[in-house]
């Protein structure tokens, strides 16, 4: 069975129950050669142990066993839209990525600065990998000369190092159109096509606009021309309010998690300075809104870098956080990882998350986990499932549901 | 993937096994405020714990985590269908119920008696609900006095209270037809109107019903109208011997189960008087039939009393019984319930059901759970998963199964 929104829109109720999910980026992690315990299981976690104990305890899979999400569908699991189901495309996401605004009538690419020689064939699909400061000059170069004909207009945006975004923005733009990227060097750059009439369309625009980065660009070194992958058109997704009847909130301080809360309808107050702001705004949203997403980017990123021991501190931090959750009183606590970041593999990975579901009314059916780590979350009454699920178990543990048949 | 029978028509094995399937409806539960024990943990069941030393256990999901299931979905599930494809129309329920022999022919609904005013507005969807003799009268003066015209029969059964079950029976008739009951006060009730041909036409026979059924009880008070819902053809699904090539027989004291069982092609024996008749049945049909589904019923409606003590006090009961099960030694016992009923919720609950899975060759892999429990269950070998897949365990367990692919 594919669960969908169609199974349940009938059987949700609207109450005044609040849900908290306290998400930590890349939680997951994994012993270092030598060790026998996580990063979660190494922190210091005596507020999130006690949250565990008085509640209920698993490992959730992002997208499917084995499998290693990107932030896009990981985020989107959280929120329990179905991640195959609903792909975002590699250029909205990069989109979102940078904190651009996108409406119904764009089309956007992930864009590569590279370096191609007097035969127009790619030598490096990444001009040498050039600062991000090189890029933004690039990109403010190409902004003041280069323009499109027609109703279209364009947005360039710098990512970081050869990274950026392009957007096209229009009537009758299609996002089916072919990577221009060869994805290896000695080869030219493939020519933009569209796949169907609006997406024809949008192809001449991209040629045009490659044509004349080209010529702006032919006495420039490294950096001498763009790839484009990825292309897409943005759609917003069905929002949490008219799948779930969540009011829903996004208190987080990047970029591209508060474009992923946008894409599912959420309100994204300004960004938050630090964690005290993340409190506060959290606070004086908790009247208007059902429920609140509040996400710590960190964790992730230390795990990206290898740094155990500053993961280690960061989840320290966040369970400090967390403490003052008890003046809220949420109906329903979730805390949990989009994925896994083990700083031992520097990267994403395909481990199952640990997660903890806490309500306040103590309907979560305790089980015996006392504290908050991959191994304990493994015996707890959740067990393993896909992470789509924790948002109606959440729900469910909110009353926000009737009974399914009679 | 969606699992149907077609995966596993040509795999299944006939042999002379037995499998028992003993359901406490309603079996899941909580702990008191102040406990840590559910009503299961709490009951002494010295029998049921050496079926779950001896075998393997877990926790099952009638529908999908965080989904509260009706009956209808939850046996189902139970018997292997899966629950969302599967679908018991609400009149249907209804009818099964009250232990109504429903046909090929027939459309049923659920009836309220009602309360209208001079205007024909409803001033109470329940007509104060009456007492359950007052509708039997009214049943009985409808009965007597409405008559359909044309080739169309009607069934008027009381369930409860202000609650009744209408019947239609004829050839042609379709059950697409919406809900008369304005769902709130103020309203006049909404006329039927079918869908398709065959749903106009049988909409014809309860526009005609209605109309009488208003003259009749004009000068009635409080109950001087009927509102109309939950209209459905019925249908027979495929039955256990054609999934499964089980001869199934059912062993419930309750129409609702009975019912269920029917739809599904079980063989039903009359109504059990007590226990002891329960047990003889199982022990007469015992060579005659592959599968046993044994229902008790009063751990769900003590749940619902919100009862804990009572509840406690009958999974004992049945834990005595389940002693004599070591008389019969059938090849694969499945303890379990239909879904939880908590106590503490006096409702059906989204919680996973305790299951334990015992099998006279030893087949099942045994675990560590020394006790049948919620918490326990979850250490054990089946881990937490679906419902429907345990019939199909149990199948496994009794050499009925041929390999899936070479």
Same mark, same amino acid.
């Given at each position: 069975?594919?669960?969908?929104?169609?199974?349940?829109?009938? *059987?949700?109720?609207?109450?005044?129950?609040?849900?908290?999910?306290? !998400?930590?980026?890349?939680?997951?992690? *994994?012993?270092?050669?030598?060790?026998?315990?996580?990063?979660?299981?190494?922190?210091?976690?005596?507020?999130?142990?006690?949250?565990?104990? %008085?509640? !209920?305890?698993?490992?959730?899979?992002? @997208?499917?066993?084995?499998?290693?999400?990107?932030?896009?569908?990981?985020?989107?699991?959280?929120?329990?839209?179905?991640?195959?189901?609903?792909?975002?495309?590699?250029?909205?996401?990069?989109?979102?990525?940078?904190?651009?605004?996108?409406?119904?009538?764009?089309?956007?690419?992930?864009?590569?600065?590279?370096? !191609?020689?007097?035969?127009?064939?790619?030598?490096?699909?990444?001009?040498?990998?050039?600062?991000?400061?090189?890029?933004?000059?690039?990109?403010?170069?190409?902004?003041?000369?280069?323009?499109?004909?027609?109703?279209? %207009?364009?947005?360039?945006?710098? &990512?970081? &190092?050869?990274?950026?975004?392009?957007?096209?923005?229009?009537?009758?733009?299609?996002?089916?159109?072919?990577?221009?990227?060869?994805?290896?060097?000695?080869?030219?750059?493939?020519?933009?096509?569209?796949?169907?009439?609006?997406?024809?369309?949008?192809?001449?625009?991209?040629?045009?606009?490659?044509?004349?980065?080209?010529?702006?660009?032919?006495?420039?070194?490294?950096?001498?021309?763009?790839?484009?992958?990825?292309?897409?058109?943005?759609?917003?997704?069905?929002?949490? %309010?008219?799948?779930?009847?969540?009011?829903?909130?996004?208190?987080?301080?990047?970029?591209?998690?508060?474009?992923?809360?946008?894409?599912?309808?959420?309100? @994204?107050?300004?960004?938050?300075?630090?964690?005290?702001?993340?409190?506060?705004?959290?606070?004086?949203?908790?009247?208007?809104?059902?429920?609140?997403? @509040?996400?710590?980017?960190?964790?992730?990123?230390?795990?990206? /870098?290898?740094?155990?021991?500053?993961?280690?501190?960061?989840?320290?931090?966040?369970?400090?956080?967390?403490?003052?959750?008890? &003046?809220?009183?949420?109906?329903?606590?979730? @805390?949990?990882?989009?994925?896994?970041?083990?700083?031992?593999?520097?990267?994403?990975?395909?481990?199952?998350?640990?997660?903890?579901?806490?309500?306040?009314?103590?309907?979560?059916?305790? /089980?015996?986990?006392?504290?908050?780590? %991959?191994?304990?979350? =493994? =015996?707890?009454? *959740?067990?393993?499932?896909?992470?789509?699920?924790?948002?109606?178990?959440?729900?469910?543990?909110? &009353?926000?549901?009737?009974?399914?048949?009679?």
């Amino acid at each position: 069975m594919s669960m969908n929104a169609d199974i349940w829109k009938d *059987l949700i109720i609207k109450n005044n129950s609040k849900i908290v999910f306290l !998400i930590m980026d890349g939680l997951g992690g *994994l012993p270092m050669p030598g060790g026998d315990k996580t990063e979660l299981e190494t922190a210091r976690t005596p507020n999130l142990d006690k949250f565990a104990a %008085e509640g !209920i305890s698993g490992l959730l899979d992002p @997208v499917y066993p084995g499998f290693t999400p990107g932030s896009g569908p990981a985020h989107l699991a959280l929120f329990g839209y179905e991640p195959v189901d609903f792909n975002i495309g590699r250029g909205v996401l990069s989109a979102l990525g940078v904190d651009f605004e996108l409406t119904g009538r764009d089309v956007a690419a992930r864009l590569n600065f590279c370096t !191609i020689d007097q035969d127009g064939k790619v030598t490096d699909r990444r001009a040498g990998r050039i600062s991000t400061d090189k890029n933004k000059e690039l990109c403010e170069k190409i902004r003041r000369n280069v323009k499109l004909s027609g109703e279209v %207009e364009y947005f360039l945006e710098t &990512e970081s &190092e050869h990274r950026a975004v392009l957007v096209l923005r229009g009537d009758g733009l299609g996002g089916k159109i072919n990577d221009t990227d060869p994805q290896e060097t000695g080869k030219k750059p493939f020519d933009p096509e569209g796949e169907d009439d609006a997406s024809r369309n949008a192809a001449k625009y991209v040629a045009d606009f490659l044509k004349q980065v080209k010529e702006l660009l032919k006495n420039d070194h490294p950096a001498n021309f763009i790839l484009a992958r990825g292309f897409a058109k943005h759609e917003q997704f069905p929002s949490m %309010e008219k799948r779930y009847g969540l009011r829903s909130v996004a208190i987080a301080q990047y970029p591209m998690y508060r474009g992923l809360a946008r894409l599912v309808g959420m309100t @994204v107050p300004p960004v938050p300075a630090d964690f005290d702001e993340m409190w506060n705004q959290l606070k004086n949203n908790y009247d208007k809104y059902d429920f609140f997403f @509040v996400h710590f980017k960190k964790t992730d990123s230390y795990g990206e /870098d290898g740094n155990f021991d500053a993961k280690v501190k960061m989840i320290e931090t966040v369970d400090g956080w967390s403490a003052k959750l008890r &003046e809220l009183n949420p109906d329903v606590l979730v @805390v949990t990882g989009d994925h896994s970041t083990p700083a031992l593999l520097k990267t994403h990975s395909w481990h199952p998350v640990p997660a903890l579901l806490w309500s306040k009314k103590m309907y979560a059916r305790t /089980d015996s986990v006392t504290e908050f780590g %991959e191994s304990a979350c =493994r =015996r707890g009454n *959740l067990g393993r499932m896909p992470m789509k699920n924790i948002l109606l178990i959440a729900m469910a543990n909110a &009353e926000r549901f009737k009974k399914f048949g009679a």
